[in-house]
């Protein structure tokens, strides 16, 4: 995305005569905002406007859950039932007009393409491995990946292993942070990750078959199908600025200071209205006076949720892996009773999270409410003269 791929067979001019045994091929300019954003250019044998028959449509449409009380939540979703495949499977947690959050644990395999004609999607890999097949080639991916996949892109995952991801969609742009890149796009030496960890599709493969195949595209708030009498894999060659990549969450670079560093620090990608970050191991704070867990914090005009990976945390009372808390706009939070004392001489930390901040109310589904522990709201409180911070063993959850 901030770099120029090629792969495969292109023409040495844009917009001329460009042939495949004899045929004449079909050039694709697939860019981004009125042809002024990033754009690449792709070689079909097909042209990528033909289809066979028009499938149904099917709305998508969020169960939304209203809280009675506006409340911090805890949701854990590590017991989650697989269901559906890594597009079906999808069940969105939490949303807004910016971006939607949901959980996957695909059971059974996409016998079908997809594209999500409307929304940027990004897809942190927490369990699983295997390849996304795209129009621009194939993607490995691993645990600790997160799949950056444009709109437009049509796709299929072929997973190895059992799958648990957490999925962003968003109608706006995703981005890597404007901050992190010189005005030519290249990734700044002060930026946590570089060009080296980020990783376009390796293989191209022009798939020639004339059989039938169904392409299910995100639009207008549902899914349309279409049928193909084509494979929409017929790219014979592309290249630009535009294409899927993975970067791991395992290549951030944290950036730590003498003292506490705020969560912009942790920032990973860059939505419209929202910032996805990354909570990596990492030295904390070396002031012999610092204080290395957060202050607490009112979240004046942003919604915090926080999903947690791997690390120490495992010893809370109230987070464990795969957990996701909810820390809504309007009141503050911050560490548990008895942590910021703990936490003083802390060296490092271990823990792994994804955060997706909002600037705008996210609204939670009926998936979310059966989730939610009904407790974490109470997390903060202490019943005079009783408990005390040994109690509460989680110094090293550093960014609550
Ligand atoms: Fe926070």
Redesign the pocket.
Known sequence: MPFYVRLGDIPRKRHIVFRDNGRLLTEEVMGLEGFTGNESILYHLQSPCRVKELGEFVPIEHEEWVPEAHAHRHLATYGVEPSGDEITGRRVLMWNDDVEIALCRPSQSMDYFFRNGEHDEVVFVHEGSGTLETTFGNLPYRDGDYIVIPRGTTYRFVPEGEQRHLVFESPGLITIPRRYRNEYGQLLEGAPYSNRDIHPPTELQTIRDDGEHVVKVRVRDGYQTYILDYHPFDVVGWDGYLFPWTFSVHDFEPITGRIHQP?PSHQTFQGQNFVICSFCPRKLDFDPLAIPI?YV?S?VNSE?M?YYVSGNFSSRKAVDVGSVTL?PSGIP??PHPGLAEKSIGLTETHELAV?C?TFHPLRLTTFARDLDDGTYAYSWYEEPASGSPDEDPAGVTS??
Do not use: A, Q, R
């Open positions: 969560p957060p914090h979240n915090e926080i820390h939070h911050g955060m901040d960014h609550l």
